[in-house]
């Protein structure tokens, strides 16, 4: 293979691990480089608040803030606005309020009041606890000048330590602090993953980074699967769309055993490294930005890593089929019939819906040779989702509602919210080839995401499935934790609904 050097990383990726730990001390009480509390409407200012100078401009709208100095430290006081509406997303926004501003102020700890206007003391300190991991990503491991060069807020080593106060029972909290905790710190290796360029990030890259993970747990085992293998097992899909690459794609299983007792957890996700399109060859304005079509790959790796960590009573059989989708003299042609891994022949009349092609192969793997008895796929399929439900809520197509509704739950508690789209048999006549059993893009553009999803279940053997088209919001959503850029999402989601089942 021609070589090519990549580019050179002038520092170790900066995901350092944020300390947590509750406490029953009061706020005044307590030491921290910055101290934090949220004032929902009508609540009254505690008095050590209102001796500190410039305590007038303290305001309960919802966002506003307010950064009171002393002899004693640093005290921020945010608007938590109406108590009613002091939901988890909000307080994740607001954690990662307080967290812009600890860095701008060079905060290493920082103190939490845990708010009283919120209800639920897990699902507030949850929420604390993930706004604050989130907002401290960064991605400058490429830029040659350092950033305590650079000075100010970049330069910030982030937050080190966080302290929730005022906790009634510090004990009862502690499990929820820990899941909270690994869970966003897997999403943000996932953000780093995303953020990493296609020369970098490979496709034997991403499968060198779940094989440490075998290496690091005992629970966890990995299997890579290089071209050849790919194409003597019959995995059509991953094989055509793999073939225009030098680049070998790869094709992943990640086995967690954890000891359950119930069905086995299955987990795909789409890792193309970079969708160029293929000799369907997209435009060239906004290319660059098919360097996350892996984002659901990578997601699935780091939420497995995350299981382990937390131990999760549960077995999982995790595949990532890894590949760049390239336009060459041996790429895949419109027009091609392939046949996939289950043995249903495809006729690939656009090479840019190669997500649906990888998937397929995948989906049958996880579920045949791994023996997945309930399966989840993430996935940024679709452009089409985007012009449905922009970044606010993933789609998701199930083919079981029980299954849909369980993984619908655990998204919204993640605040990864997702919205089912259908699955009807009118739709599944647009996925009928002419000549080949079915056809892996539509004629006419009807239904996109939903064309994407019935295509997917062709190849599930019919267990219960949910697929979470992820393209609105993998990147760019806005939020003020991951703000415009890489998101991780599905990672919490994942875990959730991992220890959920778990039980
Ligand atoms: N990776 C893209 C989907 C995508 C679009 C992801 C925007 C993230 C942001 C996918 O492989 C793709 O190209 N889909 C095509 C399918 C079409 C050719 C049927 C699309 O959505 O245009
Ligand atoms: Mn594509
Ligand atoms: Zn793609």
Known sequence: MVGRAPPRAQRASRLAAVRVEATQATLSDVSADLRVLALADGEETPAWVGQLPGSGDVRTAFRKRALLRSPEGRTLVLGAGSADDL?????????????????????RSVAWALPAAADD??????????????????????????????????????????LLTDVAEP??????????????????????????????????????????LAVEFETVNVDVLGREAIVERGMGGLAAVSSGSEQEPRLISIRYSGRGSGDVLGLVGKAVTFDSGGISIKPSAG?????????????????????????????????????????SGTSMRPGDIITQLNGKTVEVNNTD????????????WCVRELGAALVVDLATLTGAVLVALGSTYSALISNDDDWASRV????????????????HPEYKELTRGKVADLTNSAAKRKAGTIYAGSF????????????????????????????????????????????????
């Open 87 to 107: 939901d988890a997303e909000r307080l994740r926004v607001l954690a990662a309020l307080a967290a812009r501003e600890a860095r701008e102020v060079n905060a």
């Open 121 to 162: 003391p897990r699902a507030t300190a949850a929420a604390l606890v993930e706004g604050t991991v989130l907002a401290g990503f960064r991605f400058d491991r490429f830029k040659t000048r350092a950033p305590s060069e650079a000075g100010g807020a970049a330069g910030s080593p982030g937050i080190e330590a966080l």
């Open 171 to 212: 004990d009862a909290l502690s499990a929820t602090l820990r899941a909270s905790r690994v869970a966003a710190e897997a999403a943000n290796r996932t953000r780093e993953l995303q953020s990493l360029p296609a020369n970098v990030l490979t496709p034997t890259a991403l499968a060198d980074r779940a094989r440490e």
């Open 287 to 327: 290319m660059h930005e098919m360097k996350m079509d892996m984002s659901g790959g990578a997601a699935v790796i780091e939420s497995v890593a995350a299981m382990a960590e937390l131990g999760l009573e549960l077995d999982v059989a995790a595949v990532v089929p890894a590949t760049e989708n390239m336009p």
């Open 353 to 364: 819906a190669e997500g649906r092609l990888i998937l397929a192969d995948a989906l049958t």
């Open 408 to 423: 619908t739950e655990a998204a919204d508690a993640a605040g990864e919210l997702v919205w089912r789209l259908p699955l």
């Open 456 to 503: 997917l279940e062709e190849f599930v053997d019919a267990v219960p499935w949910a697929h979470i088209d992820i393209a609105g919001t993998a990147w760019d959503t806005g939020r003020e934790y991951v703000g415009d850029g890489p998101t991780g999402v599905g990672v919490r989601t994942l875990v959730r609904l991992a220890a959920e089942l778990a039980g």
